[in-house]
């Protein structure tokens, strides 16, 4: 039975997803008092008194509207997973880059061009083929695998003509020569709880897209490039995205903060209980912390 200090705890999200049904039935049966914010009903006004709740539980899809939420709820005392600092370094693949080079975790040759000129002059010196990355997105959406400079400067004659200023930008990282699969390790409050392949007949491997997923032994280097790299872009809620390249090492792509987890739990049924172990260390835990 939970004691009558544990948080309140909202959960945010604009489509109720196996993830969030999930989260709501964990809160439920450990008595937590919750409440479902309907993302499209939002309005945060700048003298609002304080929100009544503890604790927001981010569930957004759209990245955008996950941080201006978290930045204003933030801002009224309210703790959000993911905070606004992490969605704004997870959600930009340059931003991560960063992050994970600062900290020294191995990831693939990667360049920011700002024209598409210096884009050409970036991929030649990364060396092809590269893969070209909107800085901003998700599920493999805009993502390309370019063989030589013809395929690159198509791309980009098409992202040039996008309204968007962001989608100007170019973010090449070097492909890396790895088996028809990647590696998703989730990690909750630090700690990583699993893995699991994610296997394509394609080059990208994302669920999204029709990628199957088994279970993967979580090792002591995953666990640990896993850790780190959630750690350093803020994320207490991670899905960490590593390949193994050609000489059997490992590299971070990518830490992804709106972490969808139906595949993971399906690759471990009964073995890890995902949502089981949010509640576990992003609220109760919090609820020893700070009572």
């Known amino acids: 039975m939970v004691s ?9 999200a604009s489509r109720m997803r196996f993830e969030e049904k999930r989260l709501l039935e964990v809160l439920d049966r450990r008595g937590i008092p919750r409440t479902v914010i309907d993302t499209r009903t939002v309005r945060h006004h700048l003298h609002d008194t304080p929100p009544p709740w503890d604790l927001v539980l981010n569930r957004e899809i759209s990245a955008t ?3 201006y939420a978290a930045l204003s709820y933030e801002s009224a005392g309210v703790t959000v997973v993911n905070s606004a600092a992490a969605i704004e370094t997870c959600g930009d693949k340059w931003r991560t880059s960063l992050a ?25 010196e990364i060396g092809y ?51 028809d699969r990647d590696i998703r390790v989730i990690v909750v409050g630090g700690t990583p709880i699993g893995a699991m392949y994610r296997t394509s007949d394609g080059w990208r491997t994302n669920v999204a897209r029709g990628a199957t997923t088994t279970s ?31 000489d059997g090492g490992l590299q971070v792509l990518e830490v992804n903060h709106g972490v969808e987890f139906k595949g993971f739990q399906e690759a471990h049924a009964d073995r890890v209980d995902v949502a089981e172990l949010i ?6 835990d919090r609820e020893v912390a700070e009572s």
């Open 4 to 12: 009558s200090t544990a948080p309140r705890t909202a959960l945010l």
């Open 129 to 179: 083929p590269v893969v070209l990355k909107p800085l901003v997105g998700s599920w493999g959406r805009r993502v390309a695998l370019l063989p030589d400079a013809a395929a690159l400067r198509t791309v980009l004659e098409y992202s040039e003509a996008l309204p968007s200023p962001l989608a100007k930008l170019a973010y090449l990282q070097r492909y890396v020569d790895k088996p």
């Open 100 to 124: 994970l080079r600062a900290a020294g975790v191995p990831t693939p040759p990667a360049a920011l061009a700002l024209t598409a000129e210096a884009a050409e002059e970036a991929a030649e």
């Open 65 to 67: 509207k996950a941080l």
């Open 216 to 246: 993967c032994p979580l090792t002591d280097d995953l666990a640990k490039l896993a850790a780190t790299a959630a750690r350093e872009t803020g994320a207490d809620l991670a899905g960490v995205d590593l390949v193994e390249d050609a």
């Open 279 to 284: 509640v576990e260390r992003l609220v109760l």
